[in-house]
């Protein structure tokens, strides 16, 4: 089976473009809007693009009216957002603010989460997330799709802060993946779960290659 996206009909009942690119780790943003309200919401368009400085990006559909996302207007207003690593224990609380809400609603206070101060970003992250992201925002790519849902906003940060909760940290300085159980999404309705990893090592590396795969100075 083979089709176009560009001119031809999916052949199948569900686009299998959704569930191909999987799993896609979730951009959980918070943000806090120019008048003060806080903004809470889950993107699987979001991804590290470096590490020297640290930089990722997330991206934004607008909505079929053609509204851009809060998350977007209030990190140009605000110049920051923030990443809060969405979990198994924390997976309702992230559906409930998948929600499309109007901007005056609280989507913590929403999902039953707490607010936790962030040292650099004006506004809050979630309290019960055990990493944490505060990004400084630096710009905005916009793509025009073939409707006004399939246009989108890219939008750059630079990680200027790093929250990791000691609890989830192994005795050999790696993060406890197991025991955070970190969720992604799969398409469709899917997610998924990580409670099991595994490890490989390329082949005949060694020295510098295997210390920046493992972000050791």
């Known amino acids: 089976m083979h089709f176009s996206p560009q001119t031809d009909a999916c052949p199948l009942p569900f686009s299998p473009f959704k ?117 400084r925002y630096l710009s905005t790519h916009r793509l025009k799709g073939s409707s006004p849902v399939g246009s989108v906003d890219v939008v750059y940060g630079e990680v200027v802060r790093i929250h990791v909760k000691d609890a989830v940290i192994r005795p050999d300085g790696k993060l406890d993946i197991a025991r955070i159980q970190p969720i992604a999404r799969m398409g469709y309705y899917d997610y998924a779960v990580v409670r099991e990893t595994f490890e490989m090592r390329i082949p005949g590396a060694g020295g510098e290659a295997l210390a920046g795969l493992e972000g050791r100075a």
């Open 19 to 135: 569930s191909c690119t999987v799993p896609r780790p979730i951009g959980w943003l918070s943000t806090v809007s120019a008048a003060g309200v806080a903004n809470l919401a889950p993107y699987s368009q979001w991804q590290n693009l470096t590490f020297d400085p640290p930089m990722v990006l997330f991206a934004a559909n607008q909505y079929p009216d053609g509204r851009r996302k809060d998350t977007v207007v209030n990190a140009e207003e605000t110049g920051w957002f923030v990443w809060n690593m969405a979990t198994w224990d924390l997976r309702e609380a992230v559906n409930v603010t998948a929600m499309a809400l109007p901007p005056e609603v609280d989507e913590f206070e929403r999902a039953g989460v707490t607010k936790a101060a962030c040292v650099d970003a004006p506004g809050p992250r979630v309290a019960e997330s055990p990493c944490h992201f505060e990004c």
